[in-house]
Protein backbone atom coordinates (compact mmCIF):
# COMPACT_ATOMS: atom_id res chain seq x y z
CA UNK A 1 0.00 0.00 0.00
CA UNK A 2 1.34 3.61 -0.81
CA UNK A 3 1.42 6.23 1.98
CA UNK A 4 1.22 9.84 0.96
CA UNK A 5 2.20 12.43 3.71
CA UNK A 6 -0.49 15.45 3.31
CA UNK A 7 1.63 18.48 4.96
CA UNK A 8 -1.67 21.30 5.10
CA UNK A 9 -2.69 23.40 8.07
CA UNK A 10 -6.17 23.60 6.69
CA UNK A 11 -7.55 21.04 8.88
CA UNK A 12 -10.91 20.99 6.33
CA UNK A 13 -8.52 20.59 3.27
CA UNK A 14 -6.14 18.46 4.52
CA UNK A 15 -9.41 16.18 5.65
CA UNK A 16 -10.61 15.94 2.66
CA UNK A 17 -7.58 15.04 0.68
CA UNK A 18 -7.25 12.23 3.21
CA UNK A 19 -10.91 10.98 2.85
CA UNK A 20 -10.33 10.96 -1.15
CA UNK A 21 -7.24 9.44 -0.97
CA UNK A 22 -8.23 6.46 2.01
CA UNK A 23 -11.28 5.65 -0.52
CA UNK A 24 -8.61 4.74 -3.12
CA UNK A 25 -6.94 2.91 -0.66
CA UNK A 26 -3.45 4.63 0.21
CA UNK A 27 -2.49 4.76 3.42
CA UNK A 28 -2.38 8.46 4.69
CA UNK A 29 -0.12 10.56 7.15
CA UNK A 30 -1.74 13.92 8.26
CA UNK A 31 0.87 16.86 9.45
CA UNK A 32 -0.61 20.30 10.41
CA UNK A 33 2.63 22.48 10.34
CA UNK A 34 5.88 22.89 8.69
CA UNK A 35 7.85 21.62 11.55
CA UNK A 36 5.95 18.35 11.66
CA UNK A 37 5.94 17.99 8.20
CA UNK A 38 9.52 18.08 7.91
CA UNK A 39 9.85 15.63 11.21
CA UNK A 40 7.59 12.83 8.86
CA UNK A 41 9.58 13.12 6.13
CA UNK A 42 12.37 11.76 7.63
CA UNK A 43 10.64 9.16 9.76
CA UNK A 44 7.24 8.03 7.92
CA UNK A 45 9.01 7.08 4.73
CA UNK A 46 6.29 8.34 2.22
CA UNK A 47 5.69 7.16 -1.53
CA UNK A 48 4.34 10.76 -2.32
CA UNK A 49 3.75 14.44 0.09
CA UNK A 50 0.98 16.65 -0.70
CA UNK A 51 2.15 20.22 0.58
CA UNK A 52 0.57 23.43 1.46
CA UNK A 53 3.47 26.41 0.72
CA UNK A 54 2.14 28.85 3.11
CA UNK A 55 2.08 27.09 6.51
CA UNK A 56 2.81 27.53 10.20
CA UNK A 57 6.53 27.27 11.05
CA UNK A 58 7.81 26.44 7.97
CA UNK A 59 7.04 26.90 4.24
CA UNK A 60 5.87 24.51 1.81
CA UNK A 61 9.26 25.73 0.19
CA UNK A 62 11.46 25.20 2.90
CA UNK A 63 9.47 21.39 3.41
CA UNK A 64 9.91 20.69 -0.52
CA UNK A 65 13.82 21.59 -0.25
CA UNK A 66 14.29 19.61 2.65
CA UNK A 67 12.52 16.61 0.84
CA UNK A 68 14.69 17.02 -2.61
CA UNK A 69 17.77 16.96 -0.60
CA UNK A 70 17.20 14.17 1.82
CA UNK A 71 14.64 12.19 -0.16
CA UNK A 72 15.27 13.08 -3.70
CA UNK A 73 12.95 10.33 -5.21
CA UNK A 74 9.88 11.13 -3.67
CA UNK A 75 7.77 13.03 -5.50
CA UNK A 76 5.99 16.00 -4.19
CA UNK A 77 2.47 17.54 -5.25
CA UNK A 78 1.99 21.23 -4.16
CA UNK A 79 -1.62 22.45 -3.24
CA UNK A 80 -1.81 26.20 -2.72
CA UNK A 81 -4.07 29.16 -3.79
CA UNK A 82 -4.24 30.94 -6.72
CA UNK A 83 -3.46 34.16 -5.13
CA UNK A 84 0.11 32.41 -3.95
CA UNK A 85 2.97 34.16 -5.80
CA UNK A 86 4.03 33.17 -9.40
CA UNK A 87 7.40 33.14 -8.22
CA UNK A 88 7.28 31.10 -5.48
CA UNK A 89 5.25 28.03 -8.02
CA UNK A 90 8.37 28.69 -10.21
CA UNK A 91 10.56 28.21 -7.32
CA UNK A 92 8.40 24.73 -6.83
CA UNK A 93 8.92 23.77 -10.08
CA UNK A 94 12.39 24.23 -9.94
CA UNK A 95 13.04 22.40 -6.93
CA UNK A 96 11.51 19.68 -8.36
CA UNK A 97 8.20 19.21 -7.39
CA UNK A 98 5.80 17.07 -9.92
CA UNK A 99 2.83 18.87 -10.24
CA UNK A 100 0.82 22.02 -8.78
CA UNK A 101 -3.06 21.58 -8.09
CA UNK A 102 -4.33 25.46 -7.22
CA UNK A 103 -7.16 25.70 -4.70
CA UNK A 104 -10.13 25.88 -4.69
CA UNK A 105 -10.09 22.36 -6.17
CA UNK A 106 -11.88 18.97 -7.10
CA UNK A 107 -10.90 15.75 -5.26
CA UNK A 108 -11.22 13.81 -8.21
CA UNK A 109 -8.84 15.72 -9.61
CA UNK A 110 -6.15 15.39 -7.07
CA UNK A 111 -7.20 11.62 -7.05
CA UNK A 112 -6.62 11.32 -10.59
CA UNK A 113 -3.01 13.30 -10.76
CA UNK A 114 -1.94 11.16 -7.17
CA UNK A 115 -2.16 8.24 -9.50
CA UNK A 116 -0.72 9.17 -12.14
CA UNK A 117 2.30 10.27 -9.85
CA UNK A 118 2.54 7.22 -8.24
CA UNK A 119 2.35 4.71 -11.40
Same mark, same amino acid.
Given at each position: ???????????????????????????????????????????????????? %???? @??? $?????????? *??? +??? !????????????? %???? @??? $?????????? *??? +??? !????????
Amino acid at each position: MKKILIIEDDLLISSLVQFRLKKDGYETVLVKDGNEGIDAIDHQNPDLIITD %VMMP @FRS $GIEIIHHAKK *NHP +EVP !IIVLSSLGEEEEV %VLEA @FNL $GVVDFIPKPF *NPN +ELA !IRVKRVLR
